[in-house]
Antibody
Framework: DVQLVQSGAEVKKPGESLNISCQTS????????IGWVRQTPGKGLEWMGI????????RPSPPFQGHVALSVDTSTRTAHLQWNSLGASDTAMYYC????????????WGHGSRVTVST | DIVLTQSPGTLSLSPGDTAFLSCRAS???????LAWYQQKPGQAPRLLIY???SRAVDIPDRFSGSGSGTDFTLTISRLEPDDFGLFFC??????????FGQGTKVEIK
């Protein structure tokens, strides 16, 4: 079975850096792109971006460009979402997802990683 | 950018009823790159429909999608207790930043 296991909840202060992860299993790793989706009570679901399975093609969504970095470690089948400087507006639930291609919806979802940014 | 507007905000229905959920796009969604997801409290969304009308794996045929261009509908026939929750549409049109609708809540009357 396809499994996406995300890292645990994080509590950070504004300005701190953060790396959350999504370890995948149960499928041919090069068969799916990986994406990230943010969910907040105020803005609902938002696409953050997608990355190719080998990590060579990263496509952050315009609102998130320059603020987050998407990466993939093919040796561990793990995707990462990184911030250099968090802000309070980054408080959210973050889901990693699998897509069959860059022109496909999210077929599989991780359970989510909750991030809280607060002084 | 394509903006998706879902209606109604909330549907109050009884088991056995049929639900009609609307998703309207601000611009045409080329090639019907439109998906529907269901989310239950405390869970991640799950894919129901892709390409506007194709059911995802293991989704019962009580769920059906229709529409094209700017108007799309998710129909849930013979509602079961497990069908209630929050439903989102999403476009994956390559020429526009991907976006979700704001959601429709289907609740038990």
């Amino acid at each position: 079975d396809v499994q996406l296991v995300q890292s645990g909840a994080e509590v950070k202060k504004p300005g701190e850096s953060l790396n959350i992860s999504c370890q995948t299993s149960g499928y041919s790793f090069t068969s799916y792109w990986i994406g990230w989706v943010r969910q907040t009570p105020g803005k609902g679901l938002e696409w953050m971006g997608i990355i190719s399975p080998r990590g060579s093609d990263s496509r952050p969504s315009p609102p998130f460009q320059g603020h987050v970095a998407l990466s993939v470690d093919t040796s561990t089948r793990t995707a990462h979402l990184q911030w250099n400087s968090l802000g309070a507006s980054d408080t959210a639930m973050y889901y990693c997802v699998l897509l069959m291609s860059p022109k496909a919806p999210a077929s599989y979802w991780g359970h989510g990683s909750r991030v809280t940014v607060s002084t | 950018d394509i903006v998706l507007t879902q209606s109604p905000g909330t549907l109050s229905l009884s088991p056995g009823d049929t639900a009609f959920l609307s998703c309207r796009a601000s611009q045409s969604v080329v090639s019907n790159y439109l998906a529907w997801y269901q989310q239950k409290p405390g869970q991640a969304p799950r894919l129901l429909i892709y390409a506007a009308s194709s059911r995802a794996v293991d989704i019962p045929d009580r769920f059906s999608g229709s529409g094209s261009g700017t108007d799309f509908t998710l129909t849930i026939s013979r509602l079961e207790p497990d069908d209630f929750g929050l439903f989102f549409c999403q476009h994956y049109e390559p020429s526009s930043p991907w976006a979700f609708g704001q959601g429709t809540k289907v609740e038990i009357k």
